[in-house]
Protein backbone atom coordinates (compact mmCIF):
# COMPACT_ATOMS: atom_id res chain seq x y z
CA UNK A 1 0.00 0.00 0.00
CA UNK A 2 1.27 3.39 -0.38
CA UNK A 3 1.64 5.43 2.31
CA UNK A 4 -0.61 8.15 3.00
CA UNK A 5 0.35 11.25 5.24
CA UNK A 6 -0.23 11.41 8.71
CA UNK A 7 -2.09 14.78 7.71
CA UNK A 8 -5.06 13.11 5.74
CA UNK A 9 -5.47 11.01 8.89
CA UNK A 10 -6.15 13.84 11.03
CA UNK A 11 -8.69 14.78 8.86
CA UNK A 12 -12.79 12.87 8.66
CA UNK A 13 -14.61 12.61 6.02
CA UNK A 14 -17.34 14.85 5.60
CA UNK A 15 -20.43 13.33 7.51
CA UNK A 16 -22.31 14.41 4.63
CA UNK A 17 -20.87 11.68 2.39
CA UNK A 18 -22.97 8.99 3.79
CA UNK A 19 -26.03 10.86 3.11
CA UNK A 20 -25.47 12.23 -0.17
CA UNK A 21 -24.11 8.92 -1.61
CA UNK A 22 -27.33 7.26 -0.33
CA UNK A 23 -29.37 9.86 -1.99
CA UNK A 24 -27.37 9.33 -5.25
CA UNK A 25 -27.79 5.48 -4.94
CA UNK A 26 -31.63 5.65 -4.39
CA UNK A 27 -31.41 8.39 -7.44
CA UNK A 28 -29.99 5.81 -9.84
CA UNK A 29 -32.31 3.56 -8.83
CA UNK A 30 -35.51 5.69 -9.92
CA UNK A 31 -36.38 6.89 -6.24
CA UNK A 32 -37.51 10.75 -6.95
CA UNK A 33 -35.09 12.59 -4.11
CA UNK A 34 -35.78 15.61 -2.47
CA UNK A 35 -32.07 17.35 -1.94
CA UNK A 36 -32.26 20.11 0.41
CA UNK A 37 -28.27 19.85 0.80
CA UNK A 38 -27.09 22.17 -0.97
CA UNK A 39 -24.55 25.09 0.16
CA UNK A 40 -25.60 27.33 -2.83
CA UNK A 41 -28.27 29.53 -4.18
CA UNK A 42 -30.49 28.33 -7.31
CA UNK A 43 -30.57 31.06 -8.93
CA UNK A 44 -28.05 31.82 -12.45
CA UNK A 45 -25.31 34.67 -11.88
CA UNK A 46 -26.82 38.21 -13.07
CA UNK A 47 -26.82 38.70 -16.81
CA UNK A 48 -24.59 41.64 -16.27
CA UNK A 49 -22.09 39.83 -14.57
CA UNK A 50 -21.72 37.03 -16.70
CA UNK A 51 -21.84 39.31 -20.16
CA UNK A 52 -18.41 41.19 -18.11
CA UNK A 53 -16.50 37.70 -18.03
CA UNK A 54 -17.12 36.64 -21.89
CA UNK A 55 -15.45 40.20 -22.50
CA UNK A 56 -13.02 39.38 -20.50
CA UNK A 57 -12.20 36.64 -22.64
CA UNK A 58 -12.72 38.45 -25.55
CA UNK A 59 -10.13 41.29 -24.69
CA UNK A 60 -7.83 38.77 -24.06
CA UNK A 61 -7.66 38.91 -19.90
CA UNK A 62 -6.83 34.93 -20.06
CA UNK A 63 -3.26 35.13 -18.53
CA UNK A 64 -2.20 35.29 -15.37
CA UNK A 65 -2.45 38.02 -12.82
CA UNK A 66 -0.70 39.32 -9.42
CA UNK A 67 -1.27 37.19 -7.21
CA UNK A 68 -2.87 38.67 -4.86
CA UNK A 69 -5.95 39.95 -7.17
CA UNK A 70 -5.92 42.54 -10.56
CA UNK A 71 -6.06 45.85 -9.22
CA UNK A 72 -9.27 46.60 -10.67
CA UNK A 73 -10.97 43.78 -8.14
CA UNK A 74 -9.00 45.04 -4.97
CA UNK A 75 -10.31 48.90 -6.23
CA UNK A 76 -14.18 47.35 -6.22
CA UNK A 77 -13.38 45.54 -3.03
CA UNK A 78 -11.75 48.46 -1.41
CA UNK A 79 -14.68 50.14 -2.37
CA UNK A 80 -17.08 47.70 -1.30
CA UNK A 81 -15.96 47.92 2.10
CA UNK A 82 -16.05 51.87 2.42
CA UNK A 83 -19.60 51.18 0.82
CA UNK A 84 -21.58 48.66 3.34
CA UNK A 85 -18.91 48.18 6.11
CA UNK A 86 -17.67 51.70 6.56
CA UNK A 87 -14.33 49.69 6.43
CA UNK A 88 -11.00 50.86 5.34
CA UNK A 89 -8.28 48.95 3.53
CA UNK A 90 -5.17 49.76 1.46
CA UNK A 91 -4.70 47.72 -1.23
CA UNK A 92 -1.71 45.59 0.67
CA UNK A 93 -4.31 44.86 3.12
CA UNK A 94 -6.56 42.67 0.24
CA UNK A 95 -5.75 39.17 -0.91
CA UNK A 96 -8.16 37.76 -3.67
CA UNK A 97 -7.96 33.75 -3.36
CA UNK A 98 -9.71 31.14 -5.09
CA UNK A 99 -13.22 31.21 -2.80
CA UNK A 100 -13.81 32.29 0.81
CA UNK A 101 -13.13 28.80 1.31
CA UNK A 102 -9.34 29.28 0.34
CA UNK A 103 -9.20 32.70 1.97
CA UNK A 104 -10.08 31.10 5.25
CA UNK A 105 -7.28 27.58 4.85
CA UNK A 106 -4.74 30.94 3.97
CA UNK A 107 -5.40 32.52 7.00
CA UNK A 108 -5.07 29.16 8.99
CA UNK A 109 -1.75 28.38 6.96
CA UNK A 110 -0.65 31.41 7.96
CA UNK A 111 -0.91 31.81 11.41
CA UNK A 112 -1.54 28.30 13.06
CA UNK A 113 1.06 25.83 14.16
CA UNK A 114 1.44 22.53 15.96
CA UNK A 115 -0.30 22.95 19.18
CA UNK A 116 -2.39 25.99 18.47
CA UNK A 117 -6.36 26.57 19.48
CA UNK A 118 -8.93 27.59 17.43
CA UNK A 119 -12.20 28.57 18.94
CA UNK A 120 -14.99 27.24 16.59
CA UNK A 121 -18.33 28.21 18.12
CA UNK A 122 -20.82 25.47 16.91
CA UNK A 123 -23.02 24.66 15.13
CA UNK A 124 -20.06 25.15 12.42
CA UNK A 125 -19.68 25.40 9.14
CA UNK A 126 -17.89 21.79 8.27
CA UNK A 127 -14.51 23.04 7.16
CA UNK A 128 -13.11 25.11 10.18
CA UNK A 129 -12.25 22.40 12.16
CA UNK A 130 -10.50 19.97 9.62
CA UNK A 131 -8.99 23.22 7.80
CA UNK A 132 -7.45 24.09 11.97
CA UNK A 133 -6.38 20.25 11.98
CA UNK A 134 -5.07 20.24 8.43
CA UNK A 135 -2.32 22.88 9.94
CA UNK A 136 -1.42 21.19 12.98
CA UNK A 137 -3.71 22.95 15.17
CA UNK A 138 -6.80 21.91 17.59
CA UNK A 139 -10.34 22.74 17.20
CA UNK A 140 -11.89 23.85 20.35
CA UNK A 141 -15.64 23.74 20.04
CA UNK A 142 -18.17 26.11 21.76
CA UNK A 143 -21.86 24.53 21.65
CA UNK A 144 -24.17 27.54 21.40
CA UNK A 145 -28.24 25.10 20.89
CA UNK A 146 -31.16 26.37 20.21
CA UNK A 147 -32.03 28.34 22.93
CA UNK A 148 -29.33 30.32 22.88
CA UNK A 149 -30.10 31.00 19.10
CA UNK A 150 -27.29 28.95 18.16
CA UNK A 151 -25.09 31.87 19.05
CA UNK A 152 -22.47 31.62 22.03
CA UNK A 153 -22.41 34.08 24.89
CA UNK A 154 -18.69 36.54 26.27
CA UNK A 155 -19.24 34.18 28.93
CA UNK A 156 -18.83 31.12 26.72
CA UNK A 157 -16.27 32.59 24.51
CA UNK A 158 -13.74 33.61 27.91
CA UNK A 159 -13.69 30.20 29.15
CA UNK A 160 -13.12 28.75 25.71
CA UNK A 161 -9.92 30.67 25.21
CA UNK A 162 -6.55 29.96 26.40
CA UNK A 163 -2.79 31.08 26.10
CA UNK A 164 -2.55 28.55 22.64
CA UNK A 165 -5.41 30.35 21.30
CA UNK A 166 -4.43 31.80 18.28
CA UNK A 167 -8.20 32.13 16.22
CA UNK A 168 -11.63 33.01 17.01
CA UNK A 169 -13.61 32.20 14.24
CA UNK A 170 -16.91 34.34 13.88
CA UNK A 171 -19.25 33.45 10.77
CA UNK A 172 -22.76 35.76 11.08
CA UNK A 173 -25.20 35.26 9.26
CA UNK A 174 -24.44 31.53 10.15
CA UNK A 175 -24.07 29.01 8.16
CA UNK A 176 -25.66 26.05 9.31
CA UNK A 177 -28.27 28.15 11.23
CA UNK A 178 -29.25 31.14 9.54
CA UNK A 179 -29.00 33.04 12.77
CA UNK A 180 -27.07 36.39 13.22
CA UNK A 181 -25.23 38.40 15.85
CA UNK A 182 -26.50 42.07 16.53
CA UNK A 183 -24.21 44.90 17.03
CA UNK A 184 -24.45 45.05 20.15
CA UNK A 185 -23.52 41.41 20.73
CA UNK A 186 -20.28 41.55 18.64
CA UNK A 187 -19.88 44.66 21.43
CA UNK A 188 -20.27 42.14 24.29
CA UNK A 189 -17.95 39.39 22.58
CA UNK A 190 -15.41 42.47 21.54
CA UNK A 191 -15.34 43.33 25.23
CA UNK A 192 -14.20 39.62 25.97
CA UNK A 193 -11.60 39.20 22.93
CA UNK A 194 -9.88 42.89 24.20
CA UNK A 195 -8.72 41.18 27.54
CA UNK A 196 -6.71 38.94 24.76
CA UNK A 197 -4.72 40.69 22.54
CA UNK A 198 -2.50 37.74 21.11
CA UNK A 199 -6.33 36.14 19.44
CA UNK A 200 -6.85 36.79 15.92
CA UNK A 201 -10.34 37.28 14.88
CA UNK A 202 -11.71 35.88 11.42
CA UNK A 203 -15.03 37.36 10.93
CA UNK A 204 -16.36 35.33 8.13
CA UNK A 205 -19.25 37.59 6.30
CA UNK A 206 -19.73 34.94 3.10
CA UNK A 207 -23.79 35.53 4.05
CA UNK A 208 -23.83 39.09 4.73
CA UNK A 209 -26.01 40.23 1.78
CA UNK A 210 -28.77 37.24 2.46
CA UNK A 211 -30.08 38.79 5.46
CA UNK A 212 -33.49 40.23 6.68
CA UNK A 213 -33.30 41.43 10.14
CA UNK A 214 -34.03 45.24 10.91
CA UNK A 215 -30.60 46.34 12.13
CA UNK A 216 -28.78 45.08 9.11
CA UNK A 217 -25.44 43.52 8.45
CA UNK A 218 -22.59 44.06 11.51
CA UNK A 219 -19.45 41.83 12.05
CA UNK A 220 -16.90 42.64 14.89
CA UNK A 221 -14.76 45.42 13.53
CA UNK A 222 -17.92 47.29 12.57
CA UNK A 223 -18.77 47.01 16.48
CA UNK A 224 -15.30 46.87 17.81
CA UNK A 225 -13.37 49.05 15.20
CA UNK A 226 -10.27 48.83 17.48
CA UNK A 227 -10.36 45.28 17.15
CA UNK A 228 -9.44 46.47 13.11
CA UNK A 229 -5.71 45.75 14.08
CA UNK A 230 -5.91 42.03 14.62
CA UNK A 231 -9.43 41.28 12.73
CA UNK A 232 -9.33 39.33 9.21
CA UNK A 233 -12.46 40.06 7.41
CA UNK A 234 -13.35 37.05 4.95
CA UNK A 235 -16.24 37.98 2.13
CA UNK A 236 -16.57 36.42 -1.24
CA UNK A 237 -18.98 36.65 -4.04
CA UNK A 238 -20.61 33.19 -4.33
CA UNK A 239 -23.20 33.27 -2.06
CA UNK A 240 -24.70 37.22 -2.77
CA UNK A 241 -24.20 37.19 -6.25
CA UNK A 242 -24.70 33.15 -7.40
CA UNK A 243 -21.54 32.76 -8.11
CA UNK A 244 -20.67 29.50 -5.93
CA UNK A 245 -18.95 28.07 -9.41
CA UNK A 246 -16.67 30.97 -10.25
CA UNK A 247 -14.05 30.97 -7.12
CA UNK A 248 -13.64 34.33 -6.18
CA UNK A 249 -13.22 35.01 -2.02
CA UNK A 250 -11.15 37.61 -0.33
CA UNK A 251 -9.83 38.53 3.13
CA UNK A 252 -9.00 41.98 4.40
CA UNK A 253 -6.83 42.48 7.13
CA UNK A 254 -3.17 43.72 9.02
CA UNK A 255 -0.73 44.06 6.11
CA UNK A 256 1.75 41.09 7.44
CA UNK A 257 -1.30 38.54 8.04
CA UNK A 258 -2.26 39.31 4.51
CA UNK A 259 1.00 39.55 3.33
CA UNK A 260 1.83 35.64 4.72
CA UNK A 261 -1.14 34.46 3.19
CA UNK A 262 -0.44 35.75 -0.01
CA UNK A 263 3.03 33.97 0.00
CA UNK A 264 0.91 30.51 0.80
CA UNK A 265 -0.98 31.39 -1.84
CA UNK A 266 1.66 32.38 -4.17
CA UNK A 267 3.51 28.90 -3.33
CA UNK A 268 0.04 26.74 -4.25
CA UNK A 269 -2.41 28.41 -6.70
CA UNK A 270 -1.10 31.82 -6.99
CA UNK A 271 -4.08 34.20 -8.79
CA UNK A 272 -7.56 33.20 -8.55
CA UNK A 273 -9.09 32.91 -12.11
CA UNK A 274 -8.47 36.12 -14.65
CA UNK A 275 -11.79 35.79 -15.76
CA UNK A 276 -13.87 35.14 -12.78
CA UNK A 277 -12.01 38.19 -11.47
CA UNK A 278 -13.17 40.41 -13.95
CA UNK A 279 -17.01 39.00 -13.44
CA UNK A 280 -15.71 40.10 -9.73
CA UNK A 281 -15.28 43.38 -10.29
CA UNK A 282 -18.98 43.44 -12.38
CA UNK A 283 -20.49 41.72 -9.36
CA UNK A 284 -19.19 44.39 -7.01
CA UNK A 285 -18.42 47.37 -8.76
CA UNK A 286 -22.13 46.84 -10.72
CA UNK A 287 -25.84 46.57 -10.11
CA UNK A 288 -26.68 45.91 -6.77
CA UNK A 289 -30.51 45.72 -7.01
CA UNK A 290 -29.63 41.95 -8.70
CA UNK A 291 -29.11 41.04 -4.98
CA UNK A 292 -32.79 42.31 -3.49
CA UNK A 293 -34.96 39.52 -5.36
CA UNK A 294 -33.08 36.88 -4.34
CA UNK A 295 -32.92 37.42 -0.66
CA UNK A 296 -37.35 37.77 -1.22
CA UNK A 297 -37.16 35.15 -2.90
CA UNK A 298 -34.96 33.17 0.15
CA UNK A 299 -37.08 35.13 2.60
CA UNK A 300 -40.37 34.01 1.75
CA UNK A 301 -39.09 30.09 1.53
CA UNK A 302 -37.84 30.50 5.04
CA UNK A 303 -40.92 31.76 6.36
CA UNK A 304 -43.18 28.88 4.76
CA UNK A 305 -40.05 25.92 5.44
CA UNK A 306 -40.29 27.46 9.55
CA UNK A 307 -43.51 27.46 9.75
CA UNK A 308 -44.41 23.76 8.58
CA UNK A 309 -41.20 22.38 10.61
CA UNK A 310 -42.83 23.85 13.26
CA UNK A 311 -45.94 22.09 12.70
CA UNK A 312 -44.17 18.49 11.97
CA UNK A 313 -43.94 16.52 15.47
CA UNK A 314 -40.92 16.40 17.73
CA UNK A 315 -39.86 19.44 15.62
CA UNK A 316 -39.11 22.52 16.38
CA UNK A 317 -37.18 25.68 14.06
CA UNK A 318 -36.36 29.17 15.51
CA UNK A 319 -37.20 32.04 12.85
CA UNK A 320 -33.66 32.63 11.28
CA UNK A 321 -31.99 36.37 10.60
CA UNK A 322 -30.76 35.48 6.84
CA UNK A 323 -28.84 32.59 4.38
CA UNK A 324 -30.41 30.03 2.89
CA UNK A 325 -30.37 27.80 5.87
CA UNK A 326 -33.26 25.78 8.51
CA UNK A 327 -31.64 24.01 11.33
CA UNK A 328 -34.37 22.71 13.21
CA UNK A 329 -34.25 20.64 16.61
CA UNK A 330 -35.79 17.27 15.49
CA UNK A 331 -35.02 15.41 18.99
CA UNK A 332 -38.51 14.59 19.78
CA UNK A 333 -39.10 13.27 16.51
CA UNK A 334 -35.65 11.04 16.61
CA UNK A 335 -37.17 9.99 20.56
CA UNK A 336 -40.79 8.60 18.61
CA UNK A 337 -38.97 6.62 15.88
CA UNK A 338 -38.26 3.66 16.90
CA UNK A 339 -34.84 2.10 15.34
CA UNK A 340 -33.75 5.65 14.65
CA UNK A 341 -31.35 6.42 17.48
CA UNK A 342 -29.72 9.85 16.41
CA UNK A 343 -29.82 12.20 13.48
CA UNK A 344 -27.38 10.41 11.87
CA UNK A 345 -29.52 7.77 11.21
CA UNK A 346 -32.27 9.78 11.15
CA UNK A 347 -31.12 11.51 7.52
CA UNK A 348 -30.91 7.75 6.38
CA UNK A 349 -33.86 6.97 7.43
CA UNK A 350 -35.60 10.06 5.75
CA UNK A 351 -34.21 8.93 2.42
CA UNK A 352 -35.81 5.94 2.45
CA UNK A 353 -38.97 6.69 4.09
CA UNK A 354 -40.07 10.44 2.98
CA UNK A 355 -36.71 10.43 -0.23
CA UNK A 356 -35.52 13.83 1.32
CA UNK A 357 -31.86 14.53 1.63
CA UNK A 358 -30.61 16.63 4.23
CA UNK A 359 -27.75 16.92 6.18
CA UNK A 360 -27.61 15.58 9.86
CA UNK A 361 -26.63 18.13 12.54
CA UNK A 362 -23.61 15.93 13.66
CA UNK A 363 -21.93 17.00 10.66
CA UNK A 364 -21.96 20.76 12.17
CA UNK A 365 -21.00 19.86 15.76
CA UNK A 366 -24.57 20.41 17.45
CA UNK A 367 -26.25 16.84 17.25
CA UNK A 368 -30.31 16.02 17.52
CA UNK A 369 -30.85 18.82 14.09
CA UNK A 370 -31.02 18.73 10.65
CA UNK A 371 -30.01 21.38 8.31
CA UNK A 372 -32.10 22.06 5.28
CA UNK A 373 -31.53 24.36 2.75
CA UNK A 374 -34.26 26.14 1.15
CA UNK A 375 -32.04 27.14 -1.92
CA UNK A 376 -34.47 25.39 -4.26
CA UNK A 377 -38.20 26.31 -5.63
CA UNK A 378 -40.91 26.35 -3.49
CA UNK A 379 -42.99 23.85 -5.40
CA UNK A 380 -39.28 21.78 -4.30
CA UNK A 381 -39.88 22.97 -0.72
CA UNK A 382 -43.93 21.99 -0.83
CA UNK A 383 -43.36 18.64 -1.73
CA UNK A 384 -40.59 18.02 0.60
CA UNK A 385 -42.53 19.53 3.56
CA UNK A 386 -45.37 17.27 2.32
CA UNK A 387 -43.16 14.55 3.46
CA UNK A 388 -41.58 15.09 6.09
CA UNK A 389 -45.04 15.83 7.78
CA UNK A 390 -46.00 12.33 6.48
CA UNK A 391 -43.20 10.68 8.45
CA UNK A 392 -43.10 13.06 11.55
CA UNK A 393 -47.10 13.35 11.98
CA UNK A 394 -48.59 17.12 12.30
CA UNK A 395 -48.46 18.29 16.11
N1 LIG B 1 -17.84 30.17 4.77
C1 LIG B 1 -19.06 29.62 4.94
C2 LIG B 1 -19.74 29.81 6.25
C3 LIG B 1 -19.66 28.92 3.90
O1 LIG B 1 -20.89 28.38 4.07
C4 LIG B 1 -18.97 28.77 2.67
C5 LIG B 1 -19.55 27.99 1.55
O2 LIG B 1 -20.29 27.06 1.74
C6 LIG B 1 -17.71 29.35 2.55
C7 LIG B 1 -17.18 30.05 3.62
C8 LIG B 1 -16.89 29.23 1.29
O3 LIG B 1 -17.39 29.95 0.23
P1 LIG B 1 -16.67 29.99 -1.18
O4 LIG B 1 -17.61 29.33 -2.14
O5 LIG B 1 -16.47 31.44 -1.50
O6 LIG B 1 -15.37 29.27 -1.08
Not at 102 to 109: A, R, V
Request: glycine share 8%.
Amino acid sequence: DIQLAERVQRVKPSPTMAVTARAAEMRAAGHDIIGLGAGEPDFDTPEHISAAAIEAIRAGQTRYTAVDGTPALKKAIQAKFERDNGLHYEANQILVSSGAKQSLYNLFMALLDEGDEVVIPAPYWVSYPDMALLAGATPVVVEADQSQRFKITPDQLDAAITDRTRIVVLNSPSNPTGSAYSRAEFEALGEVLRRYPDVVIASDDIYEEILWTDEGFANIVMACPDLTERTVVVNGVSKGYAMTGWRIGYAAGPAPVIGAMKKIQSQSTSNASSISQAASVAALDGDQSVIGPMVKAFRERHDYVVERLNAMQGVSCIVGDGTFYAYPNVSGAIAALDGVENDTALAEYLIGEANVALVPGTAFGLPGHMRISYATSMENLEKAMDRLEGVFGRV
